[in-house]
């Protein structure tokens, strides 16, 4: 028996005027896997989570959730298939006019109906996983670091306990400490709650620790594929490269 893919991106092609991004990206992830999407910049994988999240349309091919192409629901479909879907933006991607709070809750709010004083404790146990002290919570995000704008973006995308995270880029711009924390705690989401995780990351250490498997995006297409365990024995030139952090030339 196959177990239907928690995502799966299937003959995905997307263009951008004459320039081809994804030129038929087949990418599925099995439920409770975590998976780390590899690749140079300007590859595609953003607008891979994009797609996902239905923030694009292919030209295309299907994206399926669960088994359900969500490339051709309606908006109201659409809202309710992303209920159980937790994305942290590059940057963090936190409302100015909105306290710390009010961004991670913002969901909790606005879609879950759940009220004020249960959305700021659910807000505020949810910063404190991502190492958070309660006094942030009314502070503004232009009043935090970077990295703490990143981390209360972590704590927004938790914060409903999804079935399926999306992490762009989720220790860029954080202290080796920090980032340790963090890639632990991605770890725990899906070893403990059974998420399924699909990073986006740069960094070779943190995808060692928050994947099962990585697959490289090159050309519109995965490359390659494999478990971490297999990083340093891959053949492939782009993936050497990112192992040994040496150019291909
Ligand atoms: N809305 C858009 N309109 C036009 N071009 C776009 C749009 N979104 C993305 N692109 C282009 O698609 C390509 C892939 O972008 P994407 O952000 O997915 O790359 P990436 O692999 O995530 O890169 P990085 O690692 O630098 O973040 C880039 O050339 C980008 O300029």
Not at 139 to 152: I, N
Request: charged share 25%.
């Amino acid at each position: 028996m196959t177990t239907t893919a928690k995502i799966a991106w299937t003959g995905i092609s997307k263009r951008f005027g004459a320039q081809v991004v994804l030129d038929g990206l087949d990418l599925a992830v099995a439920p409770g896997r975590s998976l780390a999407l590899l690749g140079r910049s300007g590859q595609g994988k953003s607008v891979t989570l994009k797609l996902a999240l239905g923030l694009m349309k292919p030209d295309a091919g299907q994206v399926l959730l669960d088994g359900v192409d969500v490339t051709r629901q309606s908006e109201a479909e659409r809202r309710a298939s992303f209920r159980g879907i937790g994305m942290l933006f590059q940057g963090g991607a936190l409302f100015d006019s909105l306290p710390v709070w009010e961004n991670v809750a913002f969901r909790l709010i606005n879609a879950d109906g759940v009220g004020r004083a249960e959305a700021r404790e659910r807000a505020v146990e949810a910063l404190s996983l991502v190492k958070l002290a309660p006094e942030v919570a009314d502070r503004y995000p232009s009043e935090l670091s970077g990295g703490m704008q990143k981390r209360a973006g972590l704590a927004r995308a938790i914060v409903g306990t999804p079935s399926l995270l999306f992490f762009d880029e989720p220790t860029t711009g954080l202290d080796p400490i920090t980032a340790g924390a963090i890639n632990e705690l991605i770890r725990d989401r899906v070893t403990s709650l059974g998420c399924t995780a699909v990073s986006i990351t740069h960094d070779m250490a943190s995808a060692r620790t928050i994947a099962d498997e990585l697959a490289m995006l090159d050309n519109g297409r995965i490359v390659w594929r494999g478990r971490a365990d297999e990083l340093d024995h891959a053949d492939h030139p782009l993936v050497r490269a990112f192992v040994t952090g040496q150019s291909m030339e």
